[in-house]
């Protein structure tokens, strides 16, 4: 599939996982929400699974921003 696509990167279906749970989170789909989806029995398992990206932290400080200012 990566090849018909001319995508040169390695990738494995074990990623899509962590690909997925990370998207959840950017969401705003709870942790907990996403640990169930997973199949994962500890949170500690989840949390390896998602990724702090880019839209996260922008709209953390976003939100920071907005508590702070607009009040």
């Given at each position: 599939?990566?090849?018909?696509?001319?995508?040169?990167?390695?990738?494995?279906?074990h990623?899509?996982?962590h690909?997925?749970?990370?998207?959840?989170?950017?969401?705003?789909?709870?942790?907990?929400v996403v640990?169930?989806?997973?199949?994962?029995?500890?949170?500690?398992?989840?949390?390896?699974?998602?990724?702090?990206?880019?839209?996260l932290a922008?709209?953390?400080?976003?939100?920071?921003?907005?508590?702070?200012?607009?009040?």
């Amino acid at each position: 599939m990566l090849k018909e696509a001319e995508i040169d990167k390695d990738a494995r279906v074990h990623d899509a996982r962590h690909t997925a749970a990370t998207l959840l989170l950017e969401l705003g789909v709870d942790l907990r929400v996403v640990q169930a989806i997973l199949g994962h029995s500890q949170l500690t398992t989840t949390k390896r699974y998602t990724h702090i990206t880019e839209t996260l932290a922008t709209e953390a400080a976003a939100r920071m921003g907005r508590a702070l200012w607009e009040r």
